[in-house]
């Protein structure tokens, strides 16, 4: 199993910055794919950046934050981290490191959740 850690959020003014770090421990070397969710109030669930174990380290981000985000890996550390700037207030919301080991469809492992808040 892994078990994820996350710390980085905070409250933040609009067009400010946040660094989200997320630190793994366990069965690291089941990892294949690592990501960052987030969940805004009364919104489900959705995937902002996710970046692979591969060699290339391909990376995915939503539209929305495309430009704005940036996702990075540390192997050596076992961590990953979201570098959030231009940060809007839609983007406020629970943010949650995620794991998908290899051979799942789906992610199975979860950080516990880090809060971001953007004011306007």
């Known amino acids: 199993q892994v078990q994820l850690v996350e710390s980085g959020g905070g409250l933040v003014q609009a067009g400010g910055s946040l660094r989200l770090s997320c630190a793994a421990s366990?069965?690291?070397?089941?990892?294949?794919?690592m990501g960052w969710y987030r969940q805004a109030p009364g919104k489900e669930r959705e995937l902002v950046a996710a970046?692979?174990?591969?060699?290339?380290?391909?990376?995915y981000y939503a539209e929305s934050v495309k430009g704005r985000f940036a996702i990075s890996r540390d192997k050596s550390k076992n961590t990953q981290y979201l570098q959030m700037n231009s940060l809007k207030p839609e983007d406020t919301g629970m943010y949650y490191c995620?794991?998908?080991?290899?051979?799942?469809?789906?992610?199975?492992?979860w950080g516990q959740g880090t809060q971001v808040t953007v004011s306007s």
């Open positions: 995620a794991a998908l080991s290899y051979g799942s469809r789906e992610v199975d492992s």
């Open positions: 366990g069965s690291i070397f089941s990892i294949n794919v």
């Open positions: 970046i692979s174990s591969n060699a290339k380290g391909d990376t």
